[in-house]
Every structure is written in C-alpha cells, then in structure tokens.
C-alpha cells in the first residue's frame, strides 16, 4: 500500500494454525504519492502518481545501504496533472506564448511547459474479441 507522503509499504501477517498473531508494517521505500498500487509479477509493481508522474518500481531482495530503500524505478510516466493553475508565457521572446502549469501538489509538485500540446503515447494495446462498444458508469 502506498501513503500520503509517497512511502510504499507491505502489511506482513504472522500466522499460526490459521489463526492471526500480529500484523506489522515494512516500509519498502518511497515513490510518487500514489493513487493506486498494481502489483505485476517478479517484483514489479507500478503506482499510479495521484499528483504528478507515475512509476514503474522493481522490489529488491536486499535493501540498498546507501538509501535504505527495497526500491529501484524502473521507468517513470511522465504527467501534467493535476493542472493547478497556468499562465500563457513568451519564454523565447519571440512571439509565440506557450503554457507553463503548476502541476501536482505537495513533493510531487512542478512547473511544467506544454510546448505543442498534449501528446498521446501508446503503451500498450489488448485484443478483446466481441466488444462492440465501451462507455462509463455511474458509481451510483
């Protein structure tokens, strides 16, 4: 599970004969602050980045002595949300204003510069047989 502040952490139970001894809490090391944590396989776990990029972090075996983290990012997504405010600036002084935002919040925080807009990268696709269509619901 993740917390507030960005810190990754694994709730170990202790067990015996099926019956619960104790709960104790291993802080793993610290990410982004996340909005969700999707554990993938052999180690690899990404968080979603609830107010700036997102990660894609790989669990040691050994926690490293120089940061005291279980932790290495394997790759970070780069996201300009949530937008917070945003000015039009000539940054070149040539005529043409681009948007620099105020992005995320908090340790996840920075000013980012939206050039020629917002770009799509695909990262992956699923093949889904027999859907016609897609559409959101309500929760309620």
Known sequence: MCDITGGLWVVVLTSSNNVVQGIHLENLGDTCVGGGVTYL????????????DSMLVKLGEERDEDTGSYLSVLEEYTSIGPVVDFALVDLDRRGQRQVVTASGSGKDGSLRVVRNGVGIVEEAEVEMPGIKGMWNLRKR
């Open 41 to 52: 396989d052999n180690g690899v776990s990404f968080v979603a980045g609830r107010y700036g």
